[in-house]
């Protein structure tokens, strides 16, 4: 198994471009999350979704966009980059047996530059 | 609302030396499940352990051990002779039962100094 992939690694905008970071799992995971590290702020929750069809606003949801069409992809959308989404983006996602929720697996990670 | 708080920013230790990374949390659930994870210099984020709330039982792997105190809502984690290869960011985190939104406390950044 792959795990959790991401593409691009690295990523350099100017402002008002826009993108998508993809995400991908085979580990056939229910849900999936969205987000991003900052110096100091820890993991904010951007979006997350418990299954294809399904997707729901974390904590810092504003100038973001999500889809789940598949089980495996969960790709985030950046619609007009702006400074202050210079970050790096983590996805992850994570299993329910019997309703009890697992640890999270992520992504290695895409660092976003925002010029 | 729920909160994960980790007051120490940043620890420095001599290798051999053992080390306690504080976690505080705070929810309203009674169902709810705690984690750990780290994240070395290369930047991956690597799960250690997840407690849930009914199970208070404390918990040792190899140098690792973690201490999960419902009745001042703690959750720390001590590593027994630290090694310079424990040298990361290390983040506690709060999943509510039945819910995706996770909360991740800032970090600790742990620092072991041959």
């Known amino acids: 198994n792959a795990g959790v992939t991401q593409t691009p690694k690295f990523q350099v905008l100017k402002t008002g471009q826009s993108m998508t970071l993809q995400c991908a799992q085979d580990?056939?995971?229910?849900?999936m999350s969205w987000y991003r590290q900052d110096p100091g702020m820890g993991l904010r929750l951007i979006h997350y979704?418990?299954?294809?069809?399904?997707?729901d606003q974390g904590e810092v949801p504003n100038g973001y966009n999500v889809s789940r069409s598949t089980t495996e992809d969960f790709p985030l959308r950046l619609l007009s980059a702006a400074p202050s989404q210079t970050s790096v983006y983590f996805c992850?996602?994570?299993?329910?047996?019997?309703?009890?929720?697992?640890?999270?697996?992520f992504g290695p990670g895409t660092r976003l530059t925002v010029l | 609302a729920q909160k994960v708080t980790q007051a120490q920013t940043e620890i420095s230790v001599v290798e051999k030396e053992d080390v306690t990374l504080d976690c505080v949390y705070e929810t309203r659930d009674t169902t709810y499940y705690l984690f750990w994870y780290k994240q070395p210099p290369s930047g991956e984020l690597v799960f250690l352990i997840r407690?849930?709330?009914?199970?208070?039982q404390n918990e040792i792997s190899g140098r690792y051990s973690w201490n999960f105190q419902k009745s001042t809502s703690s959750f720390n984690f001590t590593i027994t002779a630290s090694q310079v290869v424990d040298s990361a960011v290390y983040f506690c985190?709060?999943?509510?039962?039945?819910?995706?939104?996770?909360?991740f406390g800032t970090g600790t950044k742990l620092q072991v100094i041959p």
């Open positions: 985190a709060l999943r509510p039962g039945g819910y995706q939104k996770v909360t």
């Open positions: 979704s418990v299954g294809a069809g399904i997707t």
């Open positions: 407690r849930n709330s009914f199970d208070e």
């Open positions: 580990m056939n995971h229910e849900y």
């Open positions: 992850a996602s994570s299993y329910s047996t019997s309703g009890a929720l697992g640890e999270q697996f």
